[in-house]
């Protein structure tokens, strides 16, 4: 064998120990990430109305891609344990169209639903910030974790008004509410180290957002719309690790 062949090998050797010695090396210090994904949205509502009569209301289902962007920085408890502090910002693309529903069901004044409200949900962004802990196996390579924190996101709720509005052509016929609703998110996921710097990841997380009201008064004197909205979302991402 030739001093140069001897030479590749040996500098080959050394580079897949490297390798190796960086997936057994432990989850610590800063990191950024990017990653997609998918997330689904339920907005439940139910209308407050001034007449007890006419209570309608609404399940909203929608669901959409995302790409996120992350940052944390995580610290070695033990050998095995492992805590970490971490936000996330969400490009996504939650959009939807349903109808209000009288008491729950459709209406039977007609089949064209021309006394069924439509509503369009909308929401395009959500950020997450909290600490994480996780467990290390596969000689350190793999870090199963679970997650916690407050979770924001933007959402835009545009109410319309159909049959009851033909009978006041004057009346103002849509309401469009835009707001940053606040909740908590819990969420686990799992990530793999593949190099000395580069690790891969899948997560989960639930985050609930509370309840909004939207005043739809200007539509219906005295009528506002009370509005559950939750979320689940499911991430594949890499991280780079400094």
Request: glycine content about 12%; hydrophobic content about 40%.
């Amino acid at each position: 064998m030739s001093t140069y062949a001897f030479r590749s090998l040996a500098l080959l050797a050394l580079g897949l120990g490297a390798v190796s010695a960086a997936h057994a090396a432990p989850y610590s210090g800063a990191y950024v990430g990017v990653g997609l994904g998918y997330a689904a949205g339920h907005d439940d509502g139910l209308e407050i109305p001034s007449d007890p009569t006419y209570a309608f209301s609404t399940k909203t289902d929608t669901d959409g891609g995302l790409f996120s962007i992350s940052a944390g920085y995580d610290l070695l408890l033990t050998a095995r344990w492992v805590l970490g502090l971490g936000a996330e910002a969400q490009i996504r693309d939650l959009n939807t169209f349903t109808y209000q529903r009288l008491n729950g069901v459709p209406s039977n004044v007609d089949s064209d639903r021309s006394y069924e409200d439509p509503i369009k949900f909308t929401s395009n962004f959500a950020t997450t910030l909290g600490p994480r802990l996780g467990y290390l196996f596969n000689d350190g390579a793999t870090l199963f974790y679970t997650s916690t924190g407050l979770s924001i996101a933007r959402v835009s709720r545009s109410f319309g008004c159909t049959g009851a509005c033909s009978f006041a052509p004057d009346q103002v016929t849509s309401i469009t509410q835009t707001d940053w609703q606040t909740g908590w998110a819990l969420g686990l996921g799992v990530e793999h180290r593949i190099g000395a710097h580069a690790s891969l990841l899948v997560d989960y997380h639930h985050a609930d957002f509370g309840t909004e009201l939207v005043d739809t008064s200007p539509m219906y004197p005295g009528a506002r719309e009370r509005q559950a909205y939750s979320e689940d979302v499911l991430r594949f991402g890499i991280n780079y690790r400094f």
